[in-house]
């Protein structure tokens, strides 16, 4: 029931088109949504986070769309660009013991080609 | 610029050794994660800190140790190395209260021969 299910696990895009990647939760404790995006050789950073009482936040390029009722929540990358090109993980947070922690989806290999 | 920097960028260690890997932050972050990432499996908990010597379990910590003597460091320990702990492991940091986002480390890259 900690579980976050993530889909794609790999993804091509046109530069240009739109990425979509798409998360699915059952615990309703979860209260943060943060999306991560991981280059090769570096750790995963902060791209952009949603609380549940917001159905849409968009960052630039980056939009979380949020669906309470459907526990299910997406990042889409608006023009998509070869620099975009990394693997991107959602996660939920949850209290755990005496602290928040983060549960992560298994991640999505995106490529956006030329 | 902030940061979390773990020691090791790549470990090769021999079955049976005690390992340790070593991670430091510098924004005076209350709690401090450790976390292995492995292909098709993503992210997955090992252990966490909420304050020095304070630990908790996270979901999969058989195999595993750590030591928060300061609150800048966390250690995770490998008391008896073996080869299904070859893996990319990844150090977090960050302010405890309200959920909030992590600063990773750019990990360790372990293998176990």
């Known amino acids: 029931q900690q579980q976050v299910k993530q889909s794609p696990q790999s993804l091509i895009v046109q530069k240009g088109g739109i990425s979509i990647i798409n998360c699915a939760y059952e615990?309703?404790?979860?209260?943060?949504f943060p999306w991560y995006q991981q280059f090769p050789g570096k750790g995963p950073a902060l791209l952009i986070a949603?609380?549940?009482?917001?159905s849409e936040k968009k960052e630039g390029r980056f939009t979380i769309s949020f669906n309470k009722s459907a526990k299910q929540f997406s990042l889409h990358i608006m023009d998509s660009q070869p620099g975009d090109s990394a693997t991107y993980f959602c996660?939920?947070?949850?209290?755990?013991?005496?602290?928040?922690?983060?549960?992560f989806g298994t991640g999505t290999l995106l490529a956006v080609q030329p | 610029d902030v940061k979390v920097t773990q020691s090791s960028r790549y470990l090769v260690k021999r079955t049976g050794e005690k390992v340790f890997l070593e991670c430091v932050q510098d924004m005076d972050h209350e709690n401090m994660f450790w976390y292995r990432q492995d292909p098709g499996l993503g992210l997955r908990l090992i252990y966490f800190?909420?304050?020095?010597?304070?630990?908790e379990k996270g979901d999969i910590p058989e195999g595993y140790s750590v030591s928060r003597e300061k609150k800048e460091r966390f250690s995770l320990i490998l008391e008896s190395a073996s080869t299904n702990q070859t893996s990319m492991y990844l150090c977090a940091s960050s302010f405890s209260g309200s959920p909030r986002g992590y600063t990773f480390g750019s990990g360790t890259r372990l293998t176990v021969v």
């Open positions: 800190s909420y304050d020095v010597k304070m630990k």
């Open positions: 996660a939920a947070s949850i209290k755990g013991g005496a602290t928040n922690k983060l549960i």
């Open positions: 615990n309703t404790a979860f209260d943060y």
């Open positions: 949603i609380r549940p009482d917001v």
